[in-house]
C-alpha cells in the first residue's frame, strides 16, 4: 500500500552536510510514524530520528542530537533528513521507513514499509 523511495545520499567530508529524501506514493496513515535507520557493514540497524504525521512530535537517537533535523512535507508524501556536522561514524546505507498503525518510533520491528535505501559515505 506504500511505496518509498530514497534519494540524496552520496560522499562528503567530515563537517559537511547532506539533505535525504524519502518520496511516498500509496496511502500513508496519520497515527503512524515515519522514521529514518541506519546501518553500516557488520553492524545491526540502528534508529536516527522518527516524525509524526503533523509534524509536531519529532524524536532523535542521542549520536545524532543536535545535527540532524528531519521534517515532512504531506502535501508533496515527503520526509526529509537534514544532516549537519556529518562525521565518519555517520557513514551508513540510510533507509526511510513507514508504519501502517502507531506504534513503537524506535524499534524497526514496528515499521511495515522500506525504501531500497541510499548510502551515506563521510571521509576524514
Known amino acids: ?23 511516498a506514493s500509496g496511502r500513508t496513515f496519520s497515527s503512524a ?3 529514518w535507520f541506519r546501518q553500516a557493514p557488520g553492524k545491526e540497524r540502528e534508529f536516527v530520528a522518527a516524525i509524526s504525521w503533523s509534524g509536531d512530535n ?5 549520536s545524532v542530537k543536535g545535527r540532524f533535523t528531519i521534517s ?11 544532516m549537519n556536522s556529518l562525521k565518519p561514524e555517520d557513514t551508513a546505507v540510510y533507509y526511510c521507513a513507514a508504519q501502517n498503525y502507531r506504534g513503537y518510533y524506535w524499534r524497526s520491528d514496528e515499521y511495515h514499509y522500506w525504501g531500497q535505501g541510499t548510502q551515506v559515505t563521510v571521509s576524514s
Open 1 to 23: 500500500q506504500v511505496h518509498l523511495v530514497e534519494s540524496g545520499g552520496g560522499l562528503v567530508q567530515a563537517g559537511g552536510s547532506l539533505r535525504l529524501s524519502c518520496a
Open 33 to 35: 510514524f515515519m522514521g
Open 58 to 62: 519529532t524524536y532523535y537517537a542521542d
Open 72 to 82: 515532512r512535507d504531506n502535501a508533496k508524501d515527503t520526509v526529509y533528513l537534514q
